[in-house]
C-alpha cells in the first residue's frame, strides 16, 4: 500500500499514466533476452569450429556437421516438453513468477556455457541447451497471459506487436552482435557473458516492476487501472474456469492458426540457425561478415514489424479492412514472398551471393508481419485460456523445430558447399508454407469462440 501510494504519487506529478507501457517494454525486454540466447548458437558454433579467435587461449574444436546439427536442435528438445506445463503453471500461479524462474534459468545456464563445454564438449552444450529450452517453455504462455490481462482491447494489436518485435531484435542481438563479440578478444566465451549479464538485468527489472495484472500491480495509479479494467472481459475468477479441452481440440479456426504457425516456424527454423551455416558453406562469407549479413534478415524482421504495426493501425482505425481481412492479407504477403525468395534462393551460388543476401533480408522483413498476423490470434479466439492455447500451439510448431535440424543433416551428410542440397531444402519450404497460407485464409477466424466462458455451467454443459 505504501509503495503504491508514494508511486501513485510520482505519476500524478509528473503527469505519467501509463504504467501498462512499462509491462509491454519488460516483455520486450524478456522477449529480446530469450531470442538472443536462442540466436547466438548459430554464430557461436561456427566461431568454436571454423575461426582463429584472437587469444590463442581459447579453445577451438573439430566438430563434425551433424554434432552442430545436434547443438542446434538440443534447445527445441527441452522446450517443446515445458509448453503445456508452462501453460497450466502460468494459468494456475499467475504469469510473474513462471516467468521470473524462466529468465534465471535460462541466464544461468547461459552464463555456464563456456566452463561446461570446457568439460563436455558439444556435449555439454546440448546439455545446456535443452535446459535452457525447459526453462524458457513458459516464456510464450507468460507473454500472452500478461498481454491479455494488460492491454485494453483497442490497444491490443499495438502494444502486443511492440512486445513481440523484442523476438527479432533479440535475432539482430544473438547473430550480428555475437559475430563481433567472437571476432573480438572476447572470442566465443563473450557471447555467453554478455548475454547472461543482460538476463540477469532483465530478470532483475521483471521482478520489481513486474505484475500479474493491473490489479495486483503496486505501481500503476487507480485511474489506469479502472480504464484497462472497463476495456477487457472479467477475467477475475480465470483460475477456476475449468479447462473445456473437447473444444479446444474441436477448433477448426485453431487449429488453421496451428497449420500456418508450424508451416512459417519451419521457414523461420532455416532462417535463424541455417542461414549462418549456409553463408558459410555455400557463399564463403568469413565469420564477422557471416554475423553482419546472417543478422541483417533479423534486422530488417525487427524493422518491418514497426511499419507494419502502423500499416495496422492506420488500417483497422480507417475500417479499410476488417481484423479478419487485416490478418490473412498479412500472413499472405508473408507467404507468397518466402515462396518466391526460397526457389530463388536454390539457384544462386557464390557468384550471387549479394542477392542472396538481399532476398533473405527481403524474406525476413516480410515475416515481421507475423506479429500482427499470428501472435494475437490467440487472444481473439479465448482472452481466458490464452495461455494455454499458445503453450499448445507451440507443443506443436516447436516439433517442426525439433525435426528441422535432421531434416537438414538427412540431406546434408556434412558441411559440404553443395548448392544443390540446399535447393532441396529450400524447395521444402516453397512447398510447404502455401499449404499452410491457403488452411489459415480459408478456416481461419478472430473472433472469440462460444467455449471461452464464464459460467462454469455453461463449460460443462458445451463440453458434455
Known amino acids: ?52 579467435p584472437i587469444d590463442p587461449e581459447i579453445e577451438i574444436y573439430d566438430w563434425n556437421f551433424n554434432e552442430k546439427q545436434l ?9 517443446v516438453l515445458t509448453q503445456l506445463p508452462g501453460g497450466y503453471l502460468t494459468h494456475r500461479f499467475g504469469a510473474k513468477i513462471i516467468l521470473c524462474i524462466s529468465l534465471l534459468g535460462t541466464t544461468v545456464f547461459q552464463a555456464l556455457v563456456p566452463l561446461c563445454i570446457s568439460f563436455g564438449g558439444w556435449k555439454a552444450y546440448c546439455v545446456i541447451r535443452v535446459l535452457q529450452g525447459l526453462f524458457q517453455g513458459a516464456l510464450f504462455p507468460t507473454a500472452i497471459d500478461l498481454l491479455s490481462k494488460w492491454c485494453p482491447k483497442e490497444e491490443r494489436s499495438m502494444l502486443g506487436a511492440i512486445a513481440f518485435s523484442g523476438i527479432r531484435f533479440g535475432m539482430v542481438l544473438g547473430v550480428g ?31 520489481i516492476f513486474g505484475a500479474n495484472s493491473p490489479k495486483r500491480s503496486l505501481f500503476i495509479t487507480q485511474e489506469e487501472r479502472n480504464y484497462i479494467e472497463s476495456s477487457l472481459e472479467d477475467k477475475s475468477n480465470v483460475k477456476h ?33 541455417e542461414i549462418p551455416i549456409y553463408l558459410d558453406t555455400i557463399m564463403n ?122 531434416i537438414v543433416a538427412l540431406i546434408i551428410s556434412d558441411q559440404e558447399s553443395d548448392r544443390e542440397k540446399w535447393q532441396i531444402i529450400f524447395g521444402i519450404n516453397a512447398v510447404i508454407l502455401p499449404i499452410g497460407g491457403l488452411i489459415y485464409v480459408l478456416y481461419g477466424q478472430m473472433s472469440v469462440q462460444s467455449w471461452n466462458m464464464r459460467d462454469e455451467k455453461e463449460v460443462k454443459k458445451v463440453s458434455a
Open 285 to 406: 562469407y568469413d565469420i564477422e561478415n557471416n554475423a553482419i549479413f546472417s543478422s541483417l534478415p533479423h534486422l530488417s524482421g525487427w524493422l518491418m514489424a514497426y511499419v507494419c504495426l502502423l500499416a495496422g493501425y492506420f488500417i483497422r482505425k480507417h475500417n479499410l479492412l476488417s481484423l479478419a481481412g487485416l490478418r490473412k492479407t498479412f500472413s499472405s504477403l508473408s507467404v507468397i514472398t518466402s515462396v518466391v525468395v526460397f526457389i530463388a534462393l536454390g539457384f544462386l551460388d557464390e557468384q550471387f551471393k549479394t542477392l542472396a543476401v538481399v532476398l533473405i533480408v527481403i524474406n525476413s522483413a516480410f515475416y515481421g508481419t507475423y506479429d500482427i498476423a499470428y501472435d494475437l490470434n490467440i487472444i481473439d479466439l479465448s482472452p481466458n485460456f490464452s495461455s494455454l492455447l499458445i503453450a499448445i500451439m507451440n507443443t506443436f510448431s516447436f516439433m517442426v523445430d525439433l525435426i528441422g535440424p535432421f
Open 241 to 273: 474456469l475449468p479447462i473445456p479441452w473437447r473444444d479446444i481440440f474441436k477448433s477448426t479456426p485453431y487449429w488453421a492458426l496451428i497449420c500456418i504457425v508450424c508451416c512459417q516456424e519451419f521457414g523461420a527454423f532455416i532462417v535463424l540457425s
Open 71 to 79: 547443438i542446434l536442435s538440443s534447445f527445441n528438445w527441452g522446450y
Open 177 to 207: 552482435v555475437s559475430g563481433f563479440i567472437a571476432g573480438s578478444e572476447m572470442g566465443w566465451p563473450g557471447i555467453s557473458y554478455i548475454c547472461g549479464g543482460f538476463g540477469l538485468i532483465t530478470t532483475i527489472l521483471f521482478s
Open 1 to 52: 500500500m505504501i509503495l503504491h501510494k508514494i508511486s501513485s504519487q510520482i505519476q500524478s506529478k509528473c503527469g505519467f499514466r501509463g504504467f501498462r507501457y512499462v509491462q509491454i517494454f519488460l516483455l520486450f525486454l524478456a522477449f529480446t533476452h530469450s531470442f538472443f540466447t536462442r540466436a547466438n548458437v548459430g554464430i557461436s558454433v561456427v566461431a568454436m569450429t571454423d575461426y582463429t
